[in-house]
């Protein structure tokens, strides 16, 4: 079995049926149904095994538009969350002075 046409999250892929027919995205994840794919707009579906081709590798496509720029958004979106919480509990209650 070759290993090049596995499907992996991170892939840029297009969708060939159902509903979403003929838009792109990036694989999110793999369920017991299908994949989870992340389209253009953001907006996460489920699409059926057989109706996702790969047109990109993951690592191959990352610094091209439009994907430069979602990809950047979470990126930007995980490292505000990363900022605004708090080191550890510890670090979290040394303000209040309430014990842990």
């Known amino acids: 079995m070759s290993?090049?046409?596995q499907k992996q999250a991170g892939d840029l892929?297009?969708?060939t049926?159902?509903?979403y027919?003929?838009?792109e995205g990036i694989l999110?994840?793999?369920t017991s149904k299908g994949w989870n794919v992340k389209l253009k707009n953001g907006e996460?579906?489920?699409t059926s095994f057989p109706f996702v081709v790969v047109l990109a590798k993951k690592g191959e496509f990352e610094d091209g538009e439009p994907w430069k720029s979602i990809l950047?958004?979470?990126i930007t979106e995980a490292s505000e969350i990363a900022q605004n919480a708090p080191e550890s509990p510890c670090t979290a209650s040394e303000g209040t002075g309430n014990a842990i």
Do not use: D, M
Request: aromatic fraction near 0%; glycine fraction near 10%; hydrophobic fraction near 35%.
């Open 13 to 15: 892929v297009k969708i």
């Open 28 to 30: 999110h994840e793999k």
């Open 17 to 19: 049926g159902g509903l």
């Open 44 to 46: 996460i579906v489920l």
């Open 21 to 23: 027919k003929k838009e």
């Open 72 to 74: 950047s958004e979470v």
């Open 3 to 5: 290993t090049t046409n």
